[in-house]
């Protein structure tokens, strides 16, 4: 069965410094990765996804599949990345059940 | 596009009794997913119903049911309750396809004393 593992509950940090948050996961095959973020009185929304290869807010995450992780950074955090986030992980063809860490919350001080 | 709509948005229950939560997806989506949220299993996933048939089922206790009909509206059903299914339960919808982004309602908050 697959597992995902966010070592850290939270994460404080200065505005303006970089922010990394941990996601590893464990699966044997070739899993589809996704952060997903709550925002205060928001709901769950997606990030990003590996797939897409892209920036979304200033966020990026690469898949390392050496080392099963998924780690999401910002080199510059803003106050509005305040949020929890959650990595996830789904199977390929197996709809659109996903395994979800235990999240981490983030609070970017002034 | 209005988005997810779930209701009720709080119950209170007792020990013993059913409940039934609804969730009304984004229009033209076909999949509803259903998760528990609880502090201390955090997100966890119950089933997903793709064109009014069950597509996947996470490990929940048969006391945990589901349907969708066929304007892909889903309704979750919970029966005997126990202490520990005092949770919010988030419903998400997408297209189906696979692969594809969900979307999140508020939940519904369930209490049950």
């Known amino acids: 069965a697959q597992r995902v593992t966010q070592p850290e509950k939270l994460l404080s940090v200065f505005k303006g410094a970089p922010v990394e948050l941990k996601c590893n996961y464990s699966y044997s095959g070739s899993p589809e990765l996704f952060w997903y973020v709550q925002y205060s009185r928001q709901r769950l929304q997606l990030l990003l996804r590996?797939?897409s290869r892209e920036s979304i807010k200033g966020f990026t995450a690469d898949l390392n599949k050496g080392e099963t992780s998924f780690h999401l950074k910002k080199p510059f955090a803003q106050e509005e990345d305040s949020a929890m986030y959650y990595c996830a992980l789904k199977v390929r063809a197996a709809g659109n059940k996903l395994t979800f860490g235990g999240g981490t919350r983030v609070l970017v001080k002034p | 596009k209005a988005g997810v709509t779930q209701t009720p948005r709080y119950l209170i229950k007792t020990r013993g009794q059913q409940v039934t939560l609804s969730c009304s997806p984004i229009?033209?989506?076909?999949?509803v997913s259903w998760y528990q949220q609880t502090p201390g299993q955090g997100l966890q996933f119950l089933f997903e119903y793709f064109s009014e048939t069950q597509r996947n089922k996470g490990n929940f206790p048969g006391r945990f049911s589901g349907r969708q009909f066929s304007n892909s509206r889903s309704e979750m059903n919970v029966s005997t309750l126990e202490l520990g299914d005092s949770a919010l339960y988030l419903c998400a919808s997408s297209a189906g396809t696979g692969g594809e982004k969900l979307f999140f309602g508020s939940g519904t908050q369930l209490s049950v004393l």
């Open positions: 229009s033209g989506h076909r999949s």
């Open positions: 590996h797939i």
